[in-house]
């Protein structure tokens, strides 16, 4: 399948492994430039014309790449270096034999044709198969050509140049562009699972953690406890002070709630001002000290300057491991209906037996 970028609007920006890719192909073009401006003085030292000519045409042809990069054409730029690549290592090889190695060129670029998403995998997979059965030809047809050529006598040496020349953007491409993925797979992992204003855990994500958090304690012989929490008249807080203070409490909100859990328990920004906790190897006694402490924690809390304060009003349910999930949470939203109408700012324990 061709790759189809994610961000599929007309002003959304290419991704990070796409912008990355770029701006390493562009490094690479550069750099290919000027190791082909140096081969026009290097040949046409050597009284090897026909090379330095053909020189001439690669800068012009890197330049063209480059600059269809810079206008956003990174596949058209990728053609352009193949068939430049291509062009130069079979004249090369045609005109001085196989001893220089410029030969190698051909699997750097069969490489870079591998990161060309417009291509479908199979053509880009056949595309590279093909340099690699050239650079097996080449042997094949050049192997007995052996043109004099001033620098002869540094054969060993420019051949040992270019295989170092050709594995160096290979290695760097590749290493960069796996790096890259690598980071955009943490980010994405974070985006699936964290709620952005809060970073707290967003409920779809949860219910897995919750699940595999239940299995490991009923296997463990260990308590836990469902908290349900929401904040006391948060409305009043948009309306009067306007949404970005709403934001920032609950940002504030949820830095507490951060801080009064264990890297075991659970804390998920449920819904809008609602939150979900769940309290690892912990009885219900122990989660209601736990949860009155982080009450009035909260209760002390200042935003808006000295001006505001915000309560949060919670219901704790002890999580028998013979109940699903729907039962426990149901009691812990009950206990936390009975903490609302009973004058808020305060927590209730749910009667589980
Ligand atoms: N700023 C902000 N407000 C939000 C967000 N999500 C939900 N809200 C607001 O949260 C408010 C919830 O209001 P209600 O459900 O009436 O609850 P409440 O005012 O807290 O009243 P009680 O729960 O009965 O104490 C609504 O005004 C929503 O617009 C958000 O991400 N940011």
């Known amino acids: 399948m061709p790759y189809v970028p994610i961000a599929q609007h007309f002003y959304s920006q290419p991704d ?25 003085f290097a040949f046409w030292y050597s009284h090897v014309y026909i090379l330095s000519i053909a020189n001439i045409a690669s800068v012009a042809a890197w330049a063209t790449g480059i600059y269809l990069l810079n206008r956003g054409h990174s596949h058209l730029a990728l053609r352009v270096f193949c068939v430049e690549v291509t062009g130069h290592s079979v ?56 043109t004099p050529f001033m620098l002869q006598e540094y054969a060993r040496s420019i051949h040992f140049i270019n295989v170092f020349v050709c594995g160096l953007p290979m290695i760097y491409v590749i290493g960069h562009v796996r790096e890259s993925t690598f980071i955009q797979r943490r980010q994405l992992a974070k985006l699936a699972a964290r709620d952005p204003l809060t970073n707290l855990f967003n409920r779809r994500y949860a219910k897995e953690l919750i699940l595999r958090a239940h299995s490991s304690c ?27 203070m709403g934001d920032e409490v609950l940002q504030t909100v949820s830095d507490i709630l951060r801080e009064h859990v264990t890297d075991q328990d659970i804390a998920v920004r449920w ?24 009450r009035q924690t909260l209760e002390k809390q200042r935003f808006n300057g000295e001006e505001l304060t915000a309560t949060m009003s919670f219901g704790v349910a002890l ?13 812990a939203d009950d206990a936390l209906y009975t903490s609302k109408a009973q004058g808020r700012n305060r927590v209730t324990a749910a009667h589980t037996n």
């Open 218 to 244: 009923a296997h463990n012989g260990q308590s836990l406890c469902v908290v349900m929490a929401d904040l006391d008249h948060f409305k009043q807080i948009n309306d009067q002070l306007g949404h970005d």
């Open 91 to 146: 004249l090369v090889c045609a005109t001085l034999g196989m001893d220089y190695g410029f030969q190698y060129y051909l699997w750097t670029i069969a490489c870079m044709l591998l990161l060309d998403m417009k291509l479908k995998l199979r053509l880009a997979i056949v595309l590279s198969l093909s340099m690699i059965v050239l650079f097996a030809l080449l042997y094949e047809l050049y192997s007995t050509v052996n």
């Open 271 to 294: 819904g809008g001002e609602e939150f979900l906790l769940v309290l690892v190897d912990c009885t219900q006694e122990e989660a209601l000290i736990r949860i009155e402490t982080l």
């Open 16 to 40: 990070e492994v796409e912008l990355v890719k770029v701006k390493l192909f562009k490094q690479v073009a550069y750099y290919c430039l000027c190791l082909h401006l140096l081969f026009i």
């Open 319 to 331: 999580w028998h491991t013979a109940l699903p999930f729907s039962v426990t949470l149901q009691l």
